[in-house]
């Protein structure tokens, strides 16, 4: 479905408006859907609606109608230090108190004054896992957190992008957070669409004395999905916010989905001076960070349940199979924990595999290239790639050269006399005679056929 609706509309409009679409449910004629903000709800219903309903209609021609709801996020008063409610019933207290109180309680009394977007008490520093993708991006973010009110301001703005599920918001919310708590100085947390419809309205009623008086009393201002600013009275808005702000030696923290320079709506004077400070880019979880992620909320689950408990194996296999995003890891742990609880039973590999499956997104099948194939053999042993290349015939130059042409066939779609080009112009025969020969071998060879998978893990990467 998702895919039907990415190819229709585009991969830039989908990864903009619909990656974070999520099913509810689906009751006869109608389908539930749900996106995080109500920005996002009234952008896909004034502009995609038609779309949506005839890609579910591809799919489920009975389908007649699109209802489109907000998931709330977690609003609370609670500082971060209190204890996270179970995982198991969040999701229903989400949905409660977002049907109890539309209106937003967030966090402090400053946050609430100059209208800040809520916050959510679990994402702080000391839950966020540091990897090799964030550590960049963490030590900037701790570093802004841990700044004083007058302190020189390192890098401003701090831009951090990444790809959605990444960290950005709870980096975001961690900083936020920290000076709220740890300092006598004013974070003001706000979402694009908060700053859109909340704060740059609440401006446009001041003088612009007064405006300078409200930004005064923010030390550091927090943008998140940047991505959805939109509109040219709001862009000269932010670009005269950013501008006070950063001369006024104050720091702004932006997260989006892409750099700067991908901000096509935004004006080019708004994206330099956003490219001017530090931009971190967060890559894609690693599988040692999403086992942390993993363990992390594994411990956090345990503080209410002492006897919920996830087997190493099934951490490892949750870490591999699950490759996308951070929000998908909550939700294997979460589910885990509800069906361990409502049927008294230990964590298996067997109910991980079941209940996680729809998490498991089949892997966009990564091109691969013969470069990459000759550095990563010759590296794994310990020849160089124009050994590889070369005419020599001697035994350890033999055996790599020819599990580099199997994986070359096996891994690429190019042919047998095109690989043969590639390994210094050698005949297609040639090429064939090293594919049958590594087949045959892995067949019967454990540690040859242990090193050929560890290779296609290298190159899958
Ligand atoms: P983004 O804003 O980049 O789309 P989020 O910050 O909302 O991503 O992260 C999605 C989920 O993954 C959240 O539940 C978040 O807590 C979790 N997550 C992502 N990265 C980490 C990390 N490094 N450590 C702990 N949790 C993480
Ligand atoms: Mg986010």
Redesign the pocket.
């Known amino acids: 479905m998702k895919g039907r609706l990415r190819s229709s509309v585009g991969e830039d409009v989908y990864s903009s408006w619909f990656a ?1 679409m999520d099913l509810e449910s689906v009751q006869d004629e109608s389908v539930h859907l749900s996106v995080p903000t109500r920005f996002l709800k009234s952008w896909i219903q004034t502009h995609y609606s038609d779309k949506v309903l005839s890609c579910w209609q591809a799919e489920l021609p009975d389908v007649n109608r699109i209802d489109l709801t907000v998931r709330s996020p977690v609003r609370c008063a609670a500082p971060a230090k209190e204890a996270p409610a179970p995982a198991e019933s969040r999701r229903d207290e989400q949905r409660s108190a977002a049907e109890r109180s539309n209106g937003a309680a967030p966090v402090s009394a400053n946050h609430d004054a100059l209208g800040g977007s809520p916050l959510d008490p ?2 702080t520093f000391a ?5 090799r993708s ?1 550590t960049l991006a ?1 030590a900037a973010a701790k570093q802004v957190a841990e700044g004083r009110r007058g302190d020189p301001v390192m890098f401003n703005p701090l831009y951090i992008h ?12 961690a900083v936020t957070w920290a000076g709220n708590t740890g300092n006598e100085r004013k974070v003001l947390y706000l979402t694009a669409e908060k700053f859109m419809y909340g704060f740059v309205a609440a401006l446009k009623t001041q003088t612009s004395l007064a405006f300078k008086e409200a930004l005064r009393g923010i030390d550091v201002l927090v943008i ?2 940047l991505q959805f600013l939109q509109g040219k009275t709001t862009q000269a808005e932010f670009c005269h916010t950013l501008n006070a702000l950063i001369d006024a030696g104050r720091q702004v923290v932006v ?1 989006a ?1 892409r750099p700067p320079s991908d901000l096509e709506s935004l004006d080019e004077r708004v994206r330099s001076r956003l490219a001017g400070g530090l931009v971190v880019e ?1 890559a894609p ?1 690693g599988e040692d ?1 999403r086992l ?2 993993l363990r ?2 594994v411990v956090a689950a345990r503080a209410h349940h002492a006897s919920f408990d996830v087997p190493q194996p099934v951490l490892e296999y949750l870490a591999r199979a699950i490759t996308h ?3 998908d ?2 939700g294997a742990i979460n589910r885990l924990l509800a069906h361990s609880k409502l049927n008294n039973q230990p964590v298996t590999l067997e109910m991980a595999e079941h209940e996680v499956r729809d998490l498991i997104r089949p892997s966009e099948p990564k091109r691969i290239k013969i470069e990459d194939i000759q550095r990563i053999v010759a590296r794994q042993y310990n020849v160089s790639r124009s050994d590889l290349l070369s005419s020599r015939r001697t035994a350890n130059v033999v055996r790599p050269r020819q599990v580099a042409m199997y994986l070359a066939k096996t891994l690429t779609l190019r042919s047998l006399p095109e690989i043969g080009r590639r390994f210094g112009g050698r005949d297609h025969t040639t090429v064939l005679h090293a594919v049958r020969k590594i087949e045959g071998l892995v067949s019967k060879d454990n540690t040859l056929s242990d090193e050929v998978e560890s290779l296609k893990r290298q190159l899958q990467e």
């Open positions: 974070r679990r994402l839950s966020f896992v540091v990897g964030n963490h990444s790809g959605v599920g990444l960290g950005k918001t709870h980096l975001l919310q998140d999905d997260a989905d967060m979880l960070l942390g992620i992390s909320r995003n951070g929000r890891l909550e």
